[in-house]
């Protein structure tokens, strides 16, 4: 069975289905728990230089919310509520954890 993780952003309208998903293995095998940081691997602007904390985001887990399915299907679900955090506010650890 494999486990995949849904990111679910807190914004200002509540929680918002980001419909992006990550397998367990894109995780280092583990499912993130609240404190944990995750270095988004989408650039918040186009044609910018990914090593630039002004163009990542982190997301801080708040929460994590389990799926469980009833059927025999090959996949589970974990969602994380996350904040987003701009790297560019982390100081001088963003370039150290972007590296």
């Given at each position: 069975?494999?486990?995949?993780?849904?990111?679910?952003?807190?914004?200002?309208?509540?929680?918002?289905?980001?419909?992006d998903?990550?397998?367990?293995?894109?995780?280092?095998?583990?499912?993130?728990?609240?404190?944990?940081?995750?270095?988004?691997?989408?650039?918040?602007?186009?044609?910018k230089?990914?090593?630039?904390?002004?163009?990542?985001?982190?997301?801080?887990?708040?929460?994590?919310?389990?799926?469980?399915?009833?059927?025999?299907?090959?996949?589970?679900?974990?969602?994380?509520?996350?904040?987003?955090?701009?790297?560019?506010?982390?100081?001088?650890?963003?370039?150290?954890?972007?590296?």
């Amino acid at each position: 069975m494999s486990i995949y993780i849904r990111i679910l952003r807190r914004g200002p309208n509540g929680l918002e289905d980001s419909r992006d998903d990550y397998s367990s293995d894109q995780m280092a095998g583990q499912v993130p728990v609240p404190g944990d940081l995750i270095l988004s691997p989408w650039l918040n602007t186009q044609d910018k230089k990914p090593i630039d904390p002004e163009n990542r985001i982190f997301y801080e887990v708040t929460r994590r919310i389990f799926y469980p399915r009833n059927d025999d299907g090959e996949y589970q679900y974990v969602g994380l509520e996350v904040t987003e955090i701009p790297a560019a506010t982390m100081g001088d650890d963003a370039y150290a954890l972007i590296r």
